[in-house]
């Protein structure tokens, strides 16, 4: 069974510019969420979606936004990119039925000049 | 503020020494606790907690749950140097919102 996919593998940008990871959950999984992994710093929860909506949202600003497509897959958007946005983004999805048990994938390295 | 706080930040140990792993947590909603183990990029599943004094088991990993004091711990016994890993502990808040402690970074010397 293929695990949960992100691309690209890196990503590097320019202050200002806009980023755009995807993700691809595996098979059968309808929740995908987003994180955040900085330097020296814990995973940060940014986004879940389940069936093609926004379910819940950390606290980050608007900037970061996404969306799930009718086949599960789900992209995050970074607008307006900052210095601090450089990260690592792991994408991660479960069974709608077992929540608590997300699989994560190798997350896109972002890098922000 | 929810928080979620591991440590030790870091354990250095020898290959076949037995070690302990803290998680505490201070969160307005809990659901469940989690623990990762995180090789490289993509953290794994280990467990999940959702009840005290409950031990939950695979092969040389154990955690357990104490709702009461809020902390959980993760031990592994005869560490091999493919446990080397940062391992992470978080929260399930509901609507599935994981609050993540900072992690342990374990390293196993052969």
């Known amino acids: 069974e293929a695990g949960v996919t992100q691309s690209p593998t890196h990503l590097i940008k320019t202050r200002g510019q806009q980023a755009t990871l995807r993700c691809s959950p595996i098979s059968g999984h309808t929740s995908v969420y987003w994180y955040q992994q900085a330097l020296g710093l814990g995973l940060q929860f940014l986004l879940w979606?389940?069936?093609?909506?926004?379910?819940n949202r950390g606290n980050f600003p608007p900037r970061f936004s996404g969306r799930q497509f009718p086949n599960y897959s789900s992209e995050l958007n970074v607008n307006a990119l900052e210095l601090e946005d450089s990260a690592l983004y792991l994408c991660a999805s479960s069974l709608a039925l077992a929540p608590d048990t997300q699989y994560f994938g190798p997350g896109t390295r972002l890098t922000v000049l | 503020e929810d928080k979620v706080v591991q440590s030790p930040l870091s354990l250095v140990v020898h290959e076949g020494d037995t070690v302990t792993l803290n998680c505490s947590y201070e969160?307005?909603?809990?659901?469940?606790l989690l623990w990762y183990k995180q090789e490289k990029k993509a953290p794994t599943f280990l467990f999940m907690l959702?009840?005290?004094?409950i031990e939950k088991k695979s092969g040389r990993l154990s955690s357990i749950l104490d709702k009461k004091e809020l902390f959980s711990i993760l031990n592994i016994t005869a560490t091999q140097t493919g446990d080397s890993a940062i391992y992470l502990c978080a929260v399930n808040q509901g609507a599935q919102k994981l609050v993540f402690g900072q992690g342990t970074r374990l390293t196993i010397n052969p």
């Open positions: 979606y389940d069936e093609g909506e926004e379910r």
């Open positions: 969160v307005t909603n809990f659901r469940s």
């Open positions: 959702t009840s005290s004094g």
